[in-house]
């Protein structure tokens, strides 16, 4: 072999040792930046990390069969969009439910609610038929027993699922509010709406005390006549249960026999009663306020002392539920506590 050729020779043996080393470094490189592994599944839900966790699908609203105060089984729609629930407006309102129409009288609505309800159409309070036809309800709640007797039931019913609440229930807000949470499959809501208010109670009550024992009525003045709330109900149950207030002794005997929220009491009893505070709810703005005038009501201890807050008409003190107590609570506060 010539020297010519020995040394083409040699240089194409070091070519091909260089080649082999570079071609091992290249491999060695590829696999320790893993471009030719294969890398193993991650586990994203591994441990508890709640980052990684995948959010339940919510659960959609069905068709249930409830019974009702009066013993109807009732078929309440999945998710009922046109309401009628006359004079229980407060717990819809409390759940941010919307009627389809809002209960009325001849001489108004329920004021303290228009803030939500506002622009919702009227009914008439004694639900006639042909006005409730008339809004294709979806669902009827009848808060009392009288409102189904008869007939009346069947004939709602054929207008759409009709549920009684029924008295014993209407009587007590607070279960009021939790089984209509519970016909509208909004029972977390109402739950969630009476622990507020209790919550907002049970602070107003300790600032109350705060300040001393107190004695307080609630009394209605419309047509020259006086009405005081009972001990046990409506703004009465706020008052002396929910707020530790003190009931005075005429209230309490007259709660005794009356069978209202509201009971007739007269001028010369009035002028019996021994109380430090009264929220007077005036519905006399004309010819009736001369009635205040009377010296038996100027000889009453909260009258003589400039304890007399009046509280208008249209507000919630003659109503019921978490919303009109809570605005009563307010008033109160307003009103005793400096």
Known sequence: ?????????????????????????????????GE???????????????ENEVDPAPVAPVE??????????????ADPQRIIAAYLEDHLVALGVKPVAQWS???GIQDYLQKDLEGIP?????????????????????AYNAEAEGDKYAQYAKIAPTYVLGDETNNDWRKALLKVGDILGKSEEAQKALDQ????????????QAGGAQSASAIWL????FYVVSDKASSGAVLYNDLGLTAPDVVKEISLTGTGNWNAISLEELAEMNVDNIFLINGDKGDGAET????????????????????????????????????IIDDVLASLVK
Not at 36 to 50: C, I, K, L, Q, R
Not at 122 to 142: A, M, R
Not at 197 to 208: G, I, S
């Open 122 to 142: 009227t009914i008439s309070y004694g639900l006639p038929f042909e006005e409730v036809l008339s809004f294709t309800p979806d669902l009827l709640i009848l």
């Open 36 to 50: 030719n592994t294969v890398t193993p599944p991650v586990e994203t839900n591994a441990g508890n990390n709640s």
């Open 292 to 327: 205040l005038k009377d010296p038996l009501w100027q000889n009453i201890p909260a009258v003589k002392n400039g304890k007399v807050f009046e509280m208008d008409s249209a507000g919630s003190w003659l109503y019921s539920g978490s919303i009109a107590n809570s605005q």
């Open 222 to 225: 419309i047509q020259k006549n």
């Open 1 to 33: 072999m010539s020297i010519l050729t020995s040394k083409k020779f040699a240089l194409l043996l070091v070519s091909l040792m260089v080649m082999i080393v570079l071609l091992a470094a290249c491999g060695d490189n590829n696999t320790s930046n």
């Open 64 to 77: 249930r069969t409830l019974t009702d105060a009066l013993g109807n089984e009732v078929t309440i729609p």
């Open 197 to 208: 208010y209790e919550a907002k109670a049970k602070e107003a009550k300790e600032k109350l």
């Open 105 to 107: 009288v001849p001489n």
